[in-house]
């Protein structure tokens, strides 16, 4: 069965803090697509990043950057120097390729609360 | 480009009410998606469609229905609503494993 599993429900940090958001999956497909979102406070979600599994190449985008692990079936999140503007909840998300309807299955999200 | 568009963004219902949740997209995707997200969860499939004509359940679709006569709408639908539909429902399309696009969610309350 497909799975995203976010063990932090909850991390707070101080501006210019780094911080990293776990992402674990779990699918028996080995063609698959994983994504981040962003949740602010308004409510919407923005997407961040898609990844396609046969590309295990880490991506840097600003302050963000993403480690993408097979062997341990992970897809961390990092926000380097953070900002009041990134509190907000971040949910990873699972996509299968093959044979399927092309949903994404959600993890429960982790809330990030970045103070000044 | 409008991208996705839901309407109502806020509704209040009473038990037992029907309403229609709207969804209008424009880059003429053929997959579309119902969620609800509860709160301090992620997202939930409801409903989904590979194009028009053709809609599915997803993972929770008690209590709703939907159509898909064109590329562009999505409607979904409550019959008979509960308070266990108080939930911000999403919609979103895609070209399948493309990148989904959301909506901006409409917020509804069942009392």
């Known amino acids: 069965a497909q799975k995203v599993t976010q063990a932090q429900t909850e991390i707070s940090v101080v501006e210019k803090e780094d911080v990293t958001l776990d992402c674990v999956y779990e699918?028996?497909?080995?063609?698959?697509?994983l994504f981040w979102y962003k949740q602010p406070p308004s409510g919407e979600l923005v997407f961040l990043i898609r990844r396609n599994s046969f590309d295990e190449q880490n991506e840097i985008s600003g302050r963000y950057s993403w480690n993408f692990q097979k062997s341990t079936s992970s897809f961390n999140f990092t926000i380097t120097a953070s900002q009041v503007v990134d509190s907000a909840v971040y949910f990873c998300a699972l996509s299968e390729a093959v044979g399927s309807q092309g949903n994404l299955i959600f993890g429960k999200g982790t809330k990030l609360s970045v103070k000044p | 480009n409008a991208g996705v568009t839901q309407t109502p963004k806020f509704r209040i219902l009473k038990i037992g009410q029907s309403m229609t949740l709207q969804c209008t997209q424009d880059?003429?995707?053929?997959?579309m998606y119902w969620y609800r997200q509860d709160p301090g969860m992620g997202l939930k499939l409801i409903y989904y469609s590979v194009g028009a004509g053709i809609t599915d359940k997803g993972e929770v679709p008690n209590g709703y229905n939907v159509s898909r006569s064109t590329t562009e709408d999505f409607p979904l639908r409550l019959e008979l609503a509960a308070p266990s539909q108080t939930s911000v429902y999403f919609c979103?399309?895609?070209?399948?494993?493309?990148?989904?696009?959301f909506g901006p969610g409409t917020r509804l309350t069942v009392l």
């Open positions: 699918t028996r497909d080995t063609t698959y697509y």
């Open positions: 979103a399309s895609t070209d399948h494993t493309d990148t989904q696009y």
């Open positions: 880059m003429n995707h053929n997959y």
